[in-house]
């Protein structure tokens, strides 16, 4: 288990398969940011389903949610 916070309030998410413990009530794109991704870089499956972009500001982290994160590579 990764620990992304350490706050009073904490809950424990699956990204990508492994467990995780991070802050009650943290939003999608501050948890993403702190695992270094490059937003404009990823497709993200919340609790199943694909997230479209326009909702991920107003997506708070909640017990118990699974995230599929996918890394887009460009190449040739």
């Known amino acids: ?11 424990t ?3 990508n398969g492994e467990s995780h413990t991070c802050d009650d009530n ?5 948890l993403l940011t702190s695992l270094g ?3 404009r870089l990823i497709a ?3 609790n199943g389903e694909i997230l479209h972009r326009q909702y ?16 887009i590579v460009g190449g040739g």
């Open 1 to 11: 288990m990764f620990k992304l916070f350490k706050n009073k309030r904490s809950v």
């Open 56 to 71: 991920w500001e107003t997506t708070m982290i909640k017990n118990g949610d699974r995230l599929e994160v996918v890394t």
């Open 13 to 15: 998410i699956t990204i």
């Open 37 to 39: 991704f490059n937003s």
């Open 44 to 46: 993200l499956e919340y």
């Open 26 to 30: 943290l939003s999608l794109p501050l």
